[in-house]
T-cell receptor, first 113, second 115 residues
Framework: ETGVTQTPRHLVMGMTNKKSLKCEQH?????MYWYKQSAKKPLELMFV???????ENNSVPSRFSPECPNSSHLFLHLHTLQPEDSALYLC????????????FGPGTRLTVL | QKEVEQDPGPLSVPEGAIVSLNCTYS??????FMWYRQYSRKGPELLMY????GNKEDGRFTAQVDKSSKYISLFIRDSQPSDSATYLC???????????????FGQGTILTVHP
């Protein structure tokens, strides 16, 4: 595997379910990010991790819970989501925290019923 | 007022056409300007990165920045069907290395180049 990978690519869940999104970067980068991409809206930064430490939580509801066990892996734990949370969730990484060149994974298309 | 405004299109052009994609921004503190390209079912990838006002060319692509007007453009010459994608402008206040990657993205313009 190369670059940034994300699993699953598609996820359908009910509002009472608990699920997790996984991201892995194979680039040796030190920073990882979660973004939300909704139709007709700009990319929204959700969380930033630098060397496994969360450095930014962009006013994201607590039903989204990130976890970064090491510098290569990033998870987004989901519980009691709402239909408006349906979106494409993108993971990205960069060499240093705050770098403008970020490398994105293909995303997880999430549908909340 | 949104920090970055980008016409979402969609934009449809014939192969070989010159394409112009544009964004405006409101805060003069933004100093770094990027264009990301996103193919269907893929994540965005960095296409062009510029700092100063003026033009930066890379093959068929030219990024143009006018800081006085707070206006950035991406031109694609001799457009190809393989250029069909969503183009996202992104702006940042600094070069990076701060505590977080605070890129501000435009909405994205959907471009289709038909043969």
């Amino acid at each position: 595997e190369t670059g940034v990978t994300q699993t699953p690519r598609h996820l359908v869940m009910g509002m009472t379910n608990k699920k997790s999104l996984k991201c892995e970067q194979h680039l040796g980068h030190n920073a990882m990010y979660w973004y939300k991409q909704s139709a007709k809206k700009p990319l929204e930064l959700m969380f930033v991790y630098s060397l496994e430490e969360r450095v930014e939580n962009n006013s994201v509801p607590s039903r989204f819970s990130p976890e970064c066990p090491n510098s290569s892996h990033l998870f987004l734990h989901l519980h009691t989501l709402q239909p408006e949370d349906s979106a494409l969730y993108l993971c990205a990484s960069s060499q240093r925290t705050g770098d403008n060149e970020q490398f994105f994974g293909p995303g997880t298309r999430l549908t909340v019923l | 007022q949104k920090e970055v405004e980008q016409d979402p299109g969609p934009l449809s052009v014939p192969e070989g056409a010159i394409v112009s994609l544009n964004c405006t921004y409101s805060n003069s503190a933004f100093q770094y300007f990027m264009w990301y390209r996103q193919y269907s079912r893929k994540g965005p990838e960095l296409l062009m990165y510029t700092y100063s006002s003026g033009n930066k060319e890379d093959g068929r692509f030219t990024a143009q920045v006018d800081k006085s007007s707070k206006y950035i453009s991406l031109f694609i010459r001799d457009s190809q069907p393989s250029d069909s994608a969503t183009y996202l402008c992104a702006i940042a206040p600094n070069a990076g290395g701060t505590s977080y990657g605070k890129l501000t993205f435009g909405q994205g313009t959907i471009l289709t180049v038909h043969p």
